[in-house]
């Protein structure tokens, strides 16, 4: 009952604070009423994992099912937002935008709702219906600075992210058919119906309408050859949406990849589902890779990162086995911390600089000492090198496809994020150590604290779990892994 | 299963109803007015809503029938007014950069058809389907997919675009009518209340478009690279 008190309040905190931004628009208040609201999401989502035990909760009429996946994937999205709530006090406050602010904050309070209740979804067409509004409003959050690049990258977003997932709901609407010879022709569609029915059903329609749901889902997060709209996105959004668009948006639609792959290991349609997910996550790791090394934009640099570790995390889930979805679980939670500071960063050095060109920003460790180490521990950290969180999960993603079958897809991973350390860090020098014209010197030396705490916050959860990760979470990651996956040692 | 055991009345009622829809996607597909383009897609609808009706009047269905209105209402009617009136307010009528001539647009589209046939036929061989009704329907619903696909691939005018998104869904929405009509309902009901928002949104978005880029052809939308 705990649970569901506290997943109530947290869902009901962002909607308050959407209605009373309508309602009000001073922006002072709205960005008061926001940070409150995100912080509530987050004191609620932290306990739950402990609360949780292995069995999943349904609540309010099945409609709603908590479990541990979910509350993983709840507690990164409350992570990113209460940090991204922060961090967009005073980055907003820069834009100047005060009279139109009240729509911002109504705005990244909805795309907080429907990022935290997704994964919640138990409806396998609800779920759907989930995602589809998380692009609906985050569409209004990229568009909101109302200039040419931002309503080119909105109107991109917007179309391939829906044609994408439309493949989704035909998928889904499929597997729904399939349950129709198992079940009869009515039944309610949840995970665990699925699930239950799958070993019963028609192999061939089941891989067809998986390939169907991984194409369309995977286009929401991001996976190459179908991650056209997201350098566009996260580049061109105010930076406060790019990390929730990175850090809680993508996992949400990960999530339901990962339930869809539970569904085939049931059915034991054998390996291919698993190839074609490492097969996308090794292509998206080579697609970012290519356009690190040569980006010019310092927040595509970042997108393109991100593109990255969704290959990453999908090559965990693909490797499976405990130890491939216990990192690819981990490496979620470190990339939301971590690519929030990065996203964090990047925004502040935007502005202070007023270009988004990495070679116009030159100098920064000169001008900026403090937060541009923290910014460069942060560039370190998420190219995977120790000490920090990054490492540790994707150290354990490639132990976990140390198997005849997928070890070339671990050679290919090492030798790319080898190339995308390279790359990252070249970009990073040239912006520290590279030569300063004095007409290159920043427009705005000084920035805000509520530009510094977040990056602070982000980065010292990102320090520790690099350097110990409790034993308690990984017993937790590991028993989501057998829920996943039931029957695999 | 409803197909299984169709009278063939009803079976040669639904085939002529989805040929039609079909049909129908040809007719957008080959057109290079926007004013036809949407008369096309409420036809469509039309067709579709008659198509539910059919559903629940032969499988009896009877909240079929409130899916069949409220299709005409939300699909046959507010969608193709809203647009419309997008279309009034631009003063765009015609497709003016084409990629693709439509008549090899046509042609695309025709081998399209045989390939979901293909992939149908073979599915439904899966579960001895292969004399029924299922194999039609599913034909249509990834031919109109692909279809759709294929005019967002091609057309670069906004209103197109937005067309052809919703002809990917009408796709959906006439497949899951035969093929899985007891789904159920709330999610139906829920998918048209979205479609209205996702027009909503368009409408917004190409106002901004027009505003601030100054064009609607995304052809033009080419600052973001690399």
């Given amino acids: ?489 | 299963m409803l197909v299984q055991h169709l009278s063939p009345l009803a079976s040669s009622l639904f085939s002529l109803l989805a040929i039609v829809s079909l049909f129908l996607s040809f007719v957008m597909l080959g057109s290079r007015w926007l004013k036809n383009y949407l008369y096309a897609f409420a036809a469509e609808s039309w067709t579709i809503a008659a198509l539910s009706a059919a559903v629940g009047y032969y499988g009896s269905y009877p909240e079929l029938y409130l899916i069949a209105i409220l299709t005409v209402l939300f699909r046959g009617v507010l969608l193709p007014y809203l647009i419309w009136r997008i279309i009034r307010r631009l003063e765009v009528d015609r497709e003016i950069h084409e990629i693709l001539q439509p008549s090899s647009g046509l042609v695309i589209g025709a081998l399209f058809v045989m390939f979901a046939l293909a992939v149908s036929y073979r599915v439904a061989a899966e579960f001895h389907l292969e004399l029924t009704v299922a194999v039609l329907a599913l034909t249509v619903m990834l031919s109109m997919k692909l279809i759709g696909f294929l005019m967002l691939a091609v057309r670069h005018e906004a209103i197109s675009q937005v067309l052809g998104l919703l002809v990917l869904e009408n796709g959906i929405f006439l497949g899951s009518q035969i093929l899985v009509p007891g789904m159920p309902l709330l999610i139906e009901l829920v998918i048209l209340f979205d479609l209205l928002i996702i027009v909503a949104c368009f409408g917004v978005l190409v106002g901004y478009l027009l505003t601030h880029v100054g064009t609607t052809s995304t052809l033009d939308l080419k600052r973001l690279v690399g």
């Avoid at chain 1, 990962?258 to 080579?286: E, K, M, Y």
């Avoid at chain 1, 405990?322 to 990065?342: D, E, I, P």
Wanted: aromatic share 14%; charged share 10%.
């Fill in chain 1, 1 to 489: 009952m705990m649970i569901g008190t506290l997943l109530l309040a947290l869902s009901i905190a962002p909607l308050a604070a959407l209605i009373g931004c309508l309602f009000v628009h001073r922006p002072r208040f709205c960005e008061t009423i926001n940070l409150i609201a995100a912080a509530v999401s987050f004191a609620c989502a932290l306990p739950i994992p402990f609360l949780i035990d292995g069995h999943a909760i349904l609540y309010w009429g099945d409609y709603v099912i908590i479990d541990r996946a979910a509350a993983w994937v709840v507690l990164c999205t409350s992570i990113v937002y209460f940090l991204a709530s922060i961090y967009s006090v005073g980055y907003m406050r820069m834009l100047a935008e005060d009279e139109r602010l009240y729509r911002f904050y109504a705005l990244f309070a909805g795309f907080a709702l429907t990022t935290l209740v997704g994964p919640l979804m138990n409806s396998v067409g609800i779920y759907w219906i989930a995602i589809e509004l998380t692009t609906l409003v985050s569409t209004f959050l990229v568009a909101f600075e109302r200039v040419a690049e931002s309503m080119e990258a909105a109107w991109k977003y917007i179309m391939v992210v829906s044609a994408g997932i439309s493949l989704a709901l035909l998928g889904t609407i499929l597997f729904y058919w399939n349950g129709t010879f198992v079940l009869g022709p009515t039944y309610q569609m949840t995970w665990s119906v699925l699930s239950t029915a799958a070993p019963k059903m028609n192999p061939v329609l089941l891989i067809l309408a998986f390939l169907l749901v991984l194409v369309g889902y995977g286009t929401k997060v991001g996976l190459a050859p179908m991650h056209s709209w997201l350098p566009d996105a996260h580049s061109e959004s105010p930076a406060p949406v790019s990390a929730m668009l990175s850090g809680a948006l993508l996992n949400t639609a990960m999530i339901g990849i990962v339930r869809f792959l539970g569904i085939t290991r049931a059915a034991n349609l054998g390996d291919l589902p698993q190839l074609v997910l490492v097969a996308f996550g090794a292509f998206s790791l080579f697609i970012g890779a290519l356009f690190i090394v040569r980006q010019q934009g310092i927040k595509r640099l970042m997108a393109y990162s991100s593109i990255e570790h969704m290959g990453v995390v999908a090559l965990g889930f693909g490797f499976g086995g405990a130890l491939g979805v216990a990192g690819a679980l981990y490496h979620m939670l470190n990339h939301s911390l971590n690519k929030s500071l990065m996203f964090f960063g990047a925004g502040n050095m935007m502005r202070a600089y007023g270009t988004k060109e990495i070679l116009e920003i030159t100098g920064v460790n000169r001008f900026f000492p403090t937060q541009g180490a923290l910014w460069l521990a942060g560039a370190i950290a998420i190219t995977g090198a120790p000490p920090f969180g990054l490492f540790l999960s994707e150290f354990t993603i490639m132990r976990a496809g140390l198997k005849p079958s997928y070890s070339w897809a671990v050679y290919v991973m090492a030798v790319l994020l080898i190339v995308i350390f390279v790359g990252f860090m070249n970009h990073f020098r040239s912006m520290y150590y590279g030569e300063t014209t004095p007409e290159a010197a920043p427009v705005r030396t000084r920035l805000s604290a509520w530009c510094a705490v977040p990056m602070w916050l982000s980065f010292a959860p990102l320090l520790v779990l690099g350097l110990w990760w409790p034993a308690g979470v990984w017993t937790y990651l590991t028993s989501i892994a057998q829920s996943l996956s039931p029957g695999v040692p």
